[in-house]
């Protein structure tokens, strides 16, 4: 469970840096809280805080639920593509919204894999 846990964590942390680059770019981009509006690559900034805590809300129990009824190696495998994923999501995102495709792909159907394999696993097993 040891992998599992990191990875966890790696994705907790992701989320946090995420909300930095927000509290960064509030700053350097003259956006006063509480608004959420206003520079357009704040705004990209935000979403992609947002974004990826909307994910986590399936990710992290999808991730607990396959490590424990399937298989943790492939739990910490897929939840390792996952943050990598949402890494390049962020990176395209800011960049350009269009772009994001890539980091959807490796991020958002993990999610749901684990989720859905995790809960199968624990009613085939």
Known sequence: MDLVILVATAALLEYVFF???VGLARGRYGVEAPAVSG??????YHRVHQNTL???VIFLPGLWLFATSVSEPIAAALG????????????LYVKDPASRRLGVLLSFPIGLI???GGT?????D
């Open 19 to 21: 909300g930095y680059q």
């Open 80 to 91: 390792a593509v996952f943050v990598v994923g949402r890494a390049i999501y962020a990176r």
């Open 120 to 124: 199968l696993g624990a009613f085939l």
């Open 54 to 56: 909307e994910n986590l």
């Open 114 to 116: 684990l989720l859905v």
């Open 39 to 44: 520079h357009p690559i704040f705004e990209r």
